[in-house]
């Protein structure tokens, strides 16, 4: 995440965060997106103040943790009223950099644009049953865990939620001119599976998993196993039943050898 900031002043009044990210890289890749930062100052500071929000915001789109870059859309929205990308990348500057010296400023920044948007509803997530999910709006993180209201111009919102573990959730969010939306979220856990082989010289029988019978001895195509620890019994009028608890993890087969006992034998008691 870029954090280091240096401010400077330009024509129109506007502010510009002009440093580049601090991390260094050989990367042609990560060279050219540097290029396209000083560009993007260049064209500010010239008056070209559109172009250098196109620039800024294919930036954010390319890394959405560049905190200057997400700063400078909003700083130079408010200067051509554009009140609504003031606001939402405003915003996203508070959660990435919650701490920043200039954060009061930007909220400030935030109320100003939406007072002359003449917009004032709030969208937010009070609570998702999982601690590590990211909720995003239009793709953007805007909160972890959970998100505490945020204002947005009237319109139709994709809300989007993911946490490890859980099935992902997405939903349209009308929003109206004023009054506050929340969307509890609850997340369906995600289910995962691993395989399982039974390798045996013995043929036929009934092969069941937690009670749920899924063929016949040998398995030597990997069956599809939910993860977690299983009961697999094995039953054949020849051979007393076989039963063991195994341990299934995603997106690994288990390779188990079956050896069963002759239904006419049997171990004496002492």
Not at 50 to 67: G, R, Y
Request: proline fraction near 4%; charge should be negative; aromatic fraction near 8%.
């Amino acid at each position: 995440m870029k954090h280091h900031i240096a401010v400077i002043g330009f024509a129109l009044s506007a502010c510009i965060a002009v440093a580049a990210p601090t991390t260094v890289s050989a990367d042609e890749e990560v060279d050219a997106l540097d290029d396209m930062y000083q560009r993007a100052v260049r064209r500010a500071q010239g008056g070209r103040i559109s172009d250098a929000i196109n620039i800024f915001k294919e930036l954010v789109n390319a890394d959405s943790e560049w905190v200057s870059a997400v700063f400078n859309v909003s700083s130079l929205s408010e200067q051509i009223g554009s009140w609504a990308d003031c606001v939402v990348y405003g915003q996203r500057y508070l959660y990435l950099a919650p701490l920043a010296d200039d954060a009061d400023r930007m909220r400030t920044r935030i109320a100003r644009c939406a007072r002359y948007g003449e917009f004032g509803a709030t969208l937010s997530v009070p609570e998702v049953n999982a601690e590590n999910a990211t909720i995003t709006v239009n793709g953007m993180a805007m909160g972890d865990g959970t998100m505490a209201p945020i204002l947005l111009p009237p319109g139709t919102y994709q809300l989007g939620v993911t946490a490890n573990r859980f099935n992902p959730h997405s939903e349209e969010v009308e929003l109206p001119a004023e009054g506050a939306v929340e969307r509890p979220i609850t997340l369906t856990v995600e289910l995962r599976y691993g395989g399982l082989t039974l390798a045996s010289e013995i043929e036929g029988g009934t092969v069941t998993v937690d009670g749920e019978a899924v063929g016949s001895l040998p398995v030597t195509e990997p069956l599809r196993v939910l993860e977690g620890r299983r009961l697999v019994v094995i039953e054949h009028e020849d051979y007393h039943t076989w039963q063991r608890y195994i341990d299934i993890v995603d997106s690994r087969t288990a390779n188990i050898r079956v050896n069963m006992l002759p239904s006419d034998y049997y171990i004496e008691d002492l």
